[in-house]
Structures are given as C-alpha cells and as structure tokens.
C-alpha cells in the first residue's frame, strides 16, 4: 500500500473513532447508559491519539482528544460578551413572586403568556460560544460585559459538547472539508448555564484533601469556581466539573420561538439538559413548582439555592426588555437558607498530621440548624477570616453549606460588642509551643516534626483503615500513650510491651474489674499484623503532605521496593503518570532552550541540591528572550507544578523521612509492594468491582488480591462506574447504592461462578 493510500486509510480509521467515542460519551454522559467498559473506552480513547499523534494535521478541534487536557496555560484573557450576561433580580418569598407577575401583566398588557421554572443552581455562570457547529471560546460571566476565557478548561468538562449536533441533520449538506460540520457558514450558537461540582464529587475531593494532609474545601461552588480558573486543565479535568444550560446568548442563523423549546433544541445539539425543567403556565403553577421543589431539591446529586422563574416567549422577553442589571422577564425565587446567629465565644487552634493550624470557631449558645445542634465549625484559614472580618465575641450567622457542613457566613455588624478582638495569627503552635511556622498565604504550620499534636494525628491516621488498618489502637489509647511517654514517634508503636500496655489500659480506680491483659494482647495482635501491610500501605499512612492512598498506590507500582524508591531521582518521580503533569517536559525544554541551565539536575534547579557555585546569580540576571520567559520565571514555574512529587522527594531524602523508614524496616515492617502476577485467564479484565460485608472464603485482603489477579480492578465506592458489586453478609450501604443505580449485585456464589470457579 502507498503512503497515501496508507494515510487515507488512517484519516477514515480517524473519522470512525471519532464518531464511535462522541457516541460513547452520549451514551455515558447524556443517557447514563454505557455499553462498554472503561477500559473498552480508554482502548479507543488511546488508539486515536496514536493516531493523532502519528498525523498532527489531521487533528481537529472537536476531536475527543482535546479534552484530556493540555499543557498548563499561562493566565486567562478577556473576552467581550456577544450579548450581555446580566444577573437575575431575587425574591425571598411568595408576595415577591406574585408583584413580578403583576409587572409582567402590565407591560404585556395581555395574561397571553406563560412560564417555565427551573431550579437554581448554586454555581458559577459559564457562555459557551459555538461557531458552524465547534466550540470555539468558553467565557466566564465576569462583569458581565466581559470574562475571562477558560476555553481550555471548558473542554474537559466531558457533557459539554465541543461539536454541535443539528435537528434534521440528515437532509443538510456537510461543510467541504470539516468533519462532521452539520453548520453553515458564519451560524453562531451562544449556550449559556452553570457549571457545578456534584455533592458526590466534592465528598471525593475532600476525602482526597484529608488524605493529602491538606485544609477541606467550605463548599462545592467555591470549589467549583477555583477549579474553573486553575492553569492547568488536566487539574480541572480531574475535579469532574459538570455542566448545564439554562440560556443563550447570541443566536445567527439560528430561530427559537419559546424557551420550551430552546430546551429541546439544546438536547438535540447534544447538551444534558435539566430533567427538572417544567412550563408551569401562570403564577399559580408557578408557586406550585416551588413549594414541591422546596422538598425535591434535598434529594438532588448538586447544591440549589432557588427556583429561576423566565416568560416563555422570546418575543415577550423582547416587549418586556431589562433594567440597568436584570431582565424584566425573569426572577429568582431564593430558599431562605436555614441559619442562626450566635457568639462566637471562642477560637481554638487545631494542629492537623501535617502541622497545618486550622482556626475553629466555637459557639455560645449551640444553634439548632437542619436538624442538629451546632457547637462548632471551621473557619478554615486566616485569609478566610480577614475576608469576612469575624472577630472573637461577634453575633455570628452560621448555616450548613448543602444542609450538612456548618460555617460561618458573615457577621452581624451592628451587634459588634466594644469588647470584640481580632483573630490573630498564632505566633506558637498550640500544641508544642514551637515559633517555627509556615506561612503559605491564608494557612499556618509547624514545622516541628516533634509536635505533639501531629503526632498524636499521624499515628491515629497511620492506624486507620486505608492506612495500616489497626483497629486496636483507638483515639484514647493513643493520646494515653502518648501521655505516658511510651510512645514518641510511629516506629515506637512496634516497641510496645505487653507490660506497657497493660499499664496504659487500666483504669486508676479499677477495683476488682477484669484485668487489661486480654485487650493489651488484642492491641499487639494489631499492631504485628500491620507489619505485613506492604509499601502501599506504608506510604499512604505516613502523613506525607499531598501523598494519599491513591497516590501511595501509584507509586508502588512504579517502585515496588523502599530501596528503589529511595533512588529514584526527583525527575523519575515527576514521570510517573499523573504526578508531573508535564514538568518533565517542560524541564527538558528549558535546559535545551537556555545556555545557563544546561547541565543542571531537577534537583538543583528545585533546591534539593546546591547549585554550582555563581549560576544561582547568572539565573537570576538571565534576561527572556524574545516572547520566552527569562529562565529564573521559567524555573520558578516549574516549582509550582509536581508538588506531590516534590513533597514526597523531600521525605524520602529528609534526615526525619530517612530515619522513620529505615527503624520501620528494621522493626519488621515490610517495605516491598506484592506485584500480582496476572497469568491464565482474567474474566475480570476491564471489570471495576466493589466488595461489601462478609465474604465466607476470602478476607478482605484476599479477595480483592483475587480480583486483581484475575485483570480487575478493586474499589471502595459505587458509582455508575462499578461493573458489580459483591455483596457478603450485612452488607451496608453499598449495597443500597447498587441497587438504587441500578448496578448489578453478586452474591459469593455468583461471584465464584462468574469467575469460572462455582
């Protein structure tokens, strides 16, 4: 075959995956009905961009590699709004409702008209504009006269099409030369919606924060606005941002009469759109909607805070026309959220297992709020509180983001008592008294890897669950062994004497009680256990900034012994998927590129190693070259990314990092990663499993080696992801959740049968 033949051939092998993966994500994505395995997608997924890479030019816009998620970018631009994103002015109860309708009557001059309702979503506004069908800008609202573009961002967003499907397409004619192009010359499409973080997600997100040692984010649009503006989109892309339309911009070569139909439109252009959307007719259907949604919205995957009530007519929307900032033709019915005012009587400083300080704010009198009473909440960190300006003994008015997490709104002003204080920064940790503090920008640590609060957090994480899973060793009787000085450091807990132990679980006034020898045993029986965890285990329960289960599970199987990691030079460290994100590249392109760093290490541009004597000075003086950034901005941007590499180079190669794991081997600590032999058969290649309650043949260990071993993949949570569930004895509410996504249950029987072994 000719090269040309050979490269005609790609170009259709090109088209077809294209359309075989859009139709994927439709299904997935739209309809929440897969047809194929993750790892089925990620085999198509990955053969286009061979291709693509082999044949650069034959790389399209709207192709579904672009959502991967590029190089990190290096700021956002302002772009000017089509037509103008204007707010929605709000009401806060029914009379407000019912004197919109009767502005709107009057300036129709008719009660021919209708409404539609929708719920409010609480997060942040996003215009995506769509020119002969591709997506070409995605703009924030800003000011609403213009926002920053964030069209790199947008694109890994997996429900926002990056190619538009038309109604009727079939009998359109395609656009010489563009695939797929169901559009016309110069048609532009503006959709306009919100851009959210599902609750199920932002648990996720935080769960990884904690793992990493690292302040929880308050709330999901907080979270989901920081995400939108990162600069670097695979972040973004694995925050797992969603999107839905609730607007339009500007509209060529494009006619829509009513918004009930613009929804309908939206759909057929393949956007999700919102199930809960109703025309709702006059304004007695209309408070309808909002006194069932009151109730409905509880049970929703995202956070709302109200109802957008919109004319349904665009025609009438023109007639009604807007003030300086809102339409006439529309309202915001907002929730009151329920809260409470209290005093904030006291602030209390608590040290977390990486020395990390977090302000928590305790209440007098507790409030009653979504069902509980509220003593306390974080503040989360000092820019926080000089951003709300919360002083100590001010009236402070408190909620629960998403009816769950409690915090601090703002503050009554007028009720500021003469003897309210500022919250200082401490200039001691409060658990060791150490001045030697951290400060990166709203947060504070202590840097004394002694630090009785640290430890006493390290050890109760290093016995947790994920970690090395010693149920045994509880929250008191690791604070009364710290108490009695028998155990100072993580190692220690592998010194522990039965004696020791015996002496720490008595009670003072124990009298004639049975005696703490059977418990003490039970704690040591515990303790051995946990030596045989494995290196996974072993770094994902050190504390190590940034470095949580998953990622101790990445590098294990990378490294799968301490010695080989231990080697490990930081630059091998930043290969390793999804723990660089290109700064390896980009590292090798500044070397090559410029003359005053060629021949240095990572480790010597990072600070780990000192640099040769006078190139630090010819760094710092080297100018840019043309639209390059100087070399000195250039290393100083490469510090900024590969952070979790970065953090765990620097306790592996700290004298404290060194030591803890050479007397943790020492003590009998296995310091190797088990690699599963995947030989014979695997039934369960491409499966993504969940176990639940008791199994009768397997432990927890052994079936999920089990499971690998046979090319499956074990996880903790289900989602619409999970292949099966495997259910034993009691199972929980895993279980519920299977069954309420419809994913399919095995029982140990079915399990052993589906595996060829029943």
Sequence with gaps: MSRQSGTQAEAEELHQLREEIRRHDDLYYLHARPEITDQQYDGLLRRLLELEALHPELVTPDSPSQRVGGNPIEGFTTVKHAVRMMSIDNTYDEQGVRDFDARVRKLLGTDDFQYTCEPKIDGVSLSLRYENGLLVTAATRGNGVAGDEVTSNARTIRNIPLRLRRRNQESRSRKQGAEGGLFQEKEVVEVRGEVFISREQFARINAAQEEAGLEAYANPRNTAAGTLKQ??????????????????????GLSVKTYHEWQADLEEMGFRTNPHFKCCGKIDGVLDYIHSFAEARKGLPYDTDGVVVKIDRFEQREVLGETAKAPRWCIAYKYQPEQGVTELARVVFQVGKTGTITPVGEFEPAIFISGTNVYRA???????????????HDQVIVEKAGEVIPYVVGVVAEKRPGHAKKIER????????????????????????????????RIRFWAGRNQMDIDELGEKLIEKLLAKGFVKSIPDLYRLTQEQLVETLKKADAKGESSPTKAASNVLEGIAASKGRGLTRVLAGLGILHVGVRTAQVVAGHFPTLDGLMKATLEELLSIPDMGGGVVEDFRKYRDRYEVLSGLTMEQLFGFDSLPKGVAEKIAAAEAKGREKAPAAAVEELKKRGVVAQSLYMFLHSAAGKATLHELRKLGVKMEEDVVERTGPQPLAGMTVVVTGTLSKFSRGEIKKKIEALGGKSVDSVSKNTTFVLAGEEAGSKLDKAKKLGVEVLDEAGFLKRIGEG
């Design 378 to 392: 974080s503040l989360h960190n000092f820019d926080e509180i000089d951003r709300k300006d919360i002083r100590l």
């Design 426 to 457: 401490p200039k001691a940790c409060p658990s060791c008294q150490s001045a030697d503090l951290e400060h990166d920008g709203g947060f504070v640590r202590c840097m004394n890897p002694s630090c009785p609060a640290q430890l006493a957090e």
């Design 231 to 252: 600069l670097d989109p695979k972040v973004v892309a694995a925050r797992k941002l969603e999107f839905l339309p609730h607007g339009s911009g500007e509209l060529v």
